[in-house]
């Protein structure tokens, strides 16, 4: 048994300490790292937000203050207000593009500058215009066209969204300089806008301005655009910050929070070190002192019912003490007590057993005699008889059978109790002797009109037994068979060979059936059936004695039944090892049985 002693911690196996420091710090990372995410998420889309809305009001500003210079081809003044909106710190470069998607003036700053060449034709090419021109041509509209681009040795490839991956954001926490920069596109108003103070709205709104000084031959063409690109450096700078200072706060949120798990731990482990401690020294028999109450929460409360639980067993364990120094005089005096009762019991059984054997010897010989006597009465040898005599001297003759039968009963069993059966084993045809019993039970079969049946295997094999006990054994399974069994039905005795090498012997019979509380006792001397539907004679001996017969020869024998259906008792004998294979053939029939081989 296990006892607390010799519990030994798994190799694997982790402390309640470490279990709730781990457990607190994997939840404290968890929600620090999402929280921080959240907070970095939020963070990077207001600053990028706020990064495109200032790009947009520039492409707008340029876009509506270089409408005339741009329908009117005054390339000068448009590059004047380039240069104007180029001096803004974040602006990277500033382009207007032409509707035939031509660049019509532009410049950059840094990396970007090298971004506009010279083409053969003399007109001048900006690569990020030939990378955004398919989202350019979707229609005039009043919405800017945001797009974010990284510019890598090769040229600008267009980003996917605007948002940094979380590598990026990694990357940015080591120091690195990422080259993304937003692209806003706007497209120039095809008509002059001027400004309006609206006093009922407080609002000062744009109309455009209708005039005859407004000439349609001077409307711009559609889709002439203004681009302006944003560097996301001093975004980066920001964000760089923003991740080190939560990174910072988680760090000490984490530590913070293993500090006080690890107090918190402590409060709670060391009581339990102490409880586990005191319960050892208990389970291997020591006395254990009351423990100190330190706390009043839960761990205090078990404190308390540990120490209660201590007394009562220190109380036990001193009853148990005096209980035991009286017990051991009291069992032995009651062993004595019992083992001169149970030779008394032997005794009288040895002298039972003494007494039916040698009854049942003086009882044979006069018994015997009696027999020839009444028979001879009966076939008149002693002098003439009047048949109502004859009848009456037949009875007195079938109860001196019935009497013999229950004397050799009884003889038989007084010897195998007191171990005076003597077994000669030898090999056994076992249909021989089925066939044997079949024929000494056929008076009592042909008078309850009963067929017989026997099935044999073809291949059954000669089993090792005491020819005389094996047909005491077939024959009293047999008589209970016919005995009991309704008229004008049939009973089935089998023999076949199992995969254990052994056979099994079956009688089946179409009685009454047992219940399942007289299986448990048919087995036992003296025990008789009480309902099975008719008279029945006998002493019940038979099955007794046939249960024992089987176990002398290292079988055994059980009954399988049914209320209403019949039973069926079957034993196993060991057979021969070597096997004799025999043709199959029917035996000599005995009429009015019916035998069959399989």
Not at 551 to 572: A, D, I, K
Request: net charge neutral; hydrophobic share 40%; charged share 20%.
């Amino acid at each position: 048994m296990t006892t607390l002693g010799t519990l030994t911690p798994h190799r694997l196996s982790m402390t309640l300490h470490a279990k709730l420091v781990f457990c607190t710090a994997i939840i404290l990372i968890i929600a620090c790292l999402l929280l921080g995410w959240l907070f970095i998420q939020q963070q990077v889309r207001s600053t990028a937000e706020s990064s495109v809305q200032s790009g947009t009001l520039l492409a707008q500003h340029l876009a509506h203050m270089g409408r005339s210079s741009i329908v009117q081809g005054d390339i000068p003044r448009l590059n004047q207000l380039i240069q104007e909106i180029l001096a803004v710190n974040p602006v990277a470069y500033v382009a207007v593009i032409s509707p035939n998607g031509e660049l019509q003036t532009g410049f950059g700053k840094g990396a970007w500058e090298g971004q506009f060449s010279q083409q053969a034709t003399g007109q001048r090419q900006f690569s990020a215009t030939i990378l955004l021109l398919p989202q350019h041509r979707t229609g005039v509209t009043s919405e800017p066209l945001i797009s974010a681009i990284d510019l890598n040795t090769g040229g600008p490839v267009l980003r996917p969204k605007l948002e940094l991956t979380p590598g990026e954001l990694m990357s940015l926490v080591g120091g690195a300089e990422l080259p993304i920069f937003y692209d806003i596109t706007v497209h120039v108003p095809p008509y002059a806008l001027v400004p309006r103070w609206d006093p009922a709205l407080q609002l000062t709104l744009e109309e455009r301005l209708d005039g005859p000084e407004e000439n349609m031959a001077h409307t711009p063409p559609a889709q002439t655009l203004v681009q302006i690109g944003l560097s996301t450096s001093r975004l980066q700078h920001g964000l760089r910050k923003l991740l080190w200072q939560a990174v910072m706060i988680t760090l000490t949120t984490l530590a913070g929070g293993l500090c006080i798990a690890v107090f918190l731990a402590r409060r709670m482990t060391i009581p339990l070190q102490g409880l586990t401690l005191a319960a050892t020294k208990l389970a291997g028999g020591e006395a254990v002192p009351a423990l100190d109450i330190r706390t009043r929460d839960e761990i205090g409360t078990l404190t308390g019912v540990f120490n209660n639980m201590a007394t009562r067993l220190h109380a036990r364990e001193r009853e148990l003490r005096e209980l035991a120094h009286t017990l051991e005089d009291r069992v032995k005096a009651r062993t004595e007590e019992l083992a001169a009762a149970n030779a008394r019991l032997q005794e009288i059984d040895r002298r039972k057993s003494i007494f039916v054997s040698t009854a049942s010897h003086e009882l044979r010989t006069p018994l015997t005699s009696m027999k020839v006597h009444v028979a001879n009465l009966r076939d008149g040898i002693d002098g003439a008889v009047s048949d109502e005599q004859r009848r009456s001297l037949a009875r007195v003759e079938a109860n001196l059978s019935r009497l013999q039968l229950l004397i050799d009963d009884l003889l038989d069993l007084s010897q195998i109790e007191m171990g005076q059966t003597a077994m000669h084993m030898k090999p056994v045809a076992v249909g021989t002797v089925i066939a044997k019993a079949v024929e000494d039970v056929y008076p009592m079969a042909s008078e309850r009109r009963v067929n017989v049946v026997i099935t044999l295997a073809s291949d059954l094999p000669e089993v090792s037994a005491d020819p005389d006990k094996l047909h005491q054994i077939t024959l009293n399974l047999l008589h209970n068979a016919v005995k009991f069994t309704r008229s004008d039905t049939r009973v089935d005795v089998s023999a076949a060979p199992l995969s254990d090498g052994t056979v099994q012997i079956s009688v089946s019979d179409a009685g009454p059936g047992i219940t399942l509380e007289d299986t448990e006792k048919i087995f036992q001397p003296f025990y008789r059936v009480r309902a099975t539907g008719q008279k029945s004679k006998g002493a019940g001996l038979g099955l007794a004695i046939a249960k024992v017969l089987v176990e002398l020869h290292h079988g055994r024998l059980w009954v399988e039944t049914e209320p209403g259906y019949g039973s069926r008792f079957s034993f196993t004998l060991h057979s021969i090892q070597t096997r004799r294979p025999a043709p199959a053939q029917a035996l000599p029939l005995i009429s009015p049985y019916s035998h069959t081989v399989r």
